[in-house]
């Protein structure tokens, strides 16, 4: 009888220690599955979440977008948060490193997520036009018509050639907007953005210089389109500035292309002979507004320009600009570039 009492006992211990081992390895299963898929920071995944899908809809969703581990945990982290019924249809941003309580939490809440987008510096409005379409975040028709007239600003001119008003002041940023922003907000965004950016101090520089604002953007979008180097920028804004003073014509190749509505590699001499009021080829001085919208870069070298005896350059196939004094040697840095 003794013996068989031994026996249950450690039977009974046996199981008490697998019942724990059971317990410890559940339990570390359940934790691992509750942890984010990555702890790497990565780009957010966007998740639309329609009317009438269930906690098992949803996680089947974000389990095939490499969002979380495992279905079933998603569901019971929802059911015991309470918020299995309550999960709002709307459109997310997830990333791979938030955990499941936080997405739960999200997803109950109807946290809805933020588009973000990036208008590379020296795009035309046509090309953020498109760019936003693209995106499905605008209408390029309605953008664009929107631009045509918008002038939140004095500096803003109004002048017959423009084919858009607000070209040169969309700045050229990373934004996040909310889903269903209008044409005329994301508009009105970017020039509001514009405003910030220039700054008291830049204006009044610009005055000091003898520049109006609206002057000073003309000339930064051609250095943005003309340089592709960074190190170019302030002695191209030179020769733009020193170009002016002696009454010479800026000959700036990117004129040319705004009116061709394209970059032409090359340009011929009929190309420089397009009758328009942009082509500074053929008329002194500014062209009657910005051909982009120029970043805080360009901006910065017509403000803080490389004061230059130069008067010519051009581009060798790396993008890298040679400078020269005179016609002579401009000829010769465009042969030595061609070869």
């Not at 109004?158 to 008003?165: D, N, S």
Request: aromatic share 10%; hydrophobic share 45%.
């Amino acid at each position: 009888m003794l013996k068989k009492i031994k026996k249950l006992r450690w039977i009974l211990v046996g199981l008490a220690i697998l019942i724990s081992i059971s317990g410890f390895l559940l339990g570390t299963v359940a934790y691992d599955l509750a942890q984010p898929v990555s702890t790497i920071i990565a780009n957010p995944i966007i998740v639309t979440v329609k009317p009438g899908m269930s906690a098992r809809d949803i996680g089947d969703m974000l389990y095939a977008k490499g969002l979380i581990k495992n279905v079933f945990l998603f569901r019971v982290v929802a059911r015991i948060e309470g918020m299995e019924n309550s999960l709002q249809a709307a459109e997310y941003a997830f990333t791979p490193n938030m955990s499941v309580q936080r997405m739960v939490k999200m997803l109950a809440t109807g946290e809805i997520s933020y588009r973000q987008f990036t208008i590379p510096e020296g795009y035309t409005i046509n090309q953020i036009a498109t760019l936003l379409e693209e995106k499905q975040l605008a209408d390029a028709v309605k953008f664009k018509e929107l631009a045509k007239d918008l002038a939140p600003y004095e500096y803003i001119q109004h002048r017959p050639e423009l084919a858009f008003r607000v070209e040169g002041f969309a700045f050229p940023d990373t934004y996040k907007v909310k889903q269903g922003i209008t044409e005329e907000q994301l508009l009105r965004m970017m020039v509001y953005q514009f405003n910030e950016q220039f700054t008291q101090a830049m204006r009044d520089k610009a005055a000091q210089m003898g520049l109006s604002i609206y002057e000073v953007i003309i000339l930064a979008s051609l250095v943005e389109k003309e340089a592709q180097v960074e190190a170019d920028r302030p002695i191209i804004a030179g020769v733009f500035l020193k170009r002016l003073k002696m009454h010479m014509p800026l000959q700036s190749c990117a004129t040319i292309q705004y009116i061709l509505g394209y970059p032409k590699p090359e340009l011929t001499i009929e190309d420089t002979q397009l009758p328009s009021p942009y082509n500074t080829y053929l008329h002194m001085g500014l062209p009657p507004g910005p051909i982009a919208n120029p970043g805080i870069a360009a901006i910065q070298a017509v403000l803080n320009p490389t004061q230059t005896d130069y008067l010519y350059f051009v581009a060798d196939s790396s993008g890298r600009h040679h400078f020269s004094k005179t016609y002579t040697e401009h000829l010769a840095a465009i042969s030595r570039v061609s070869n």
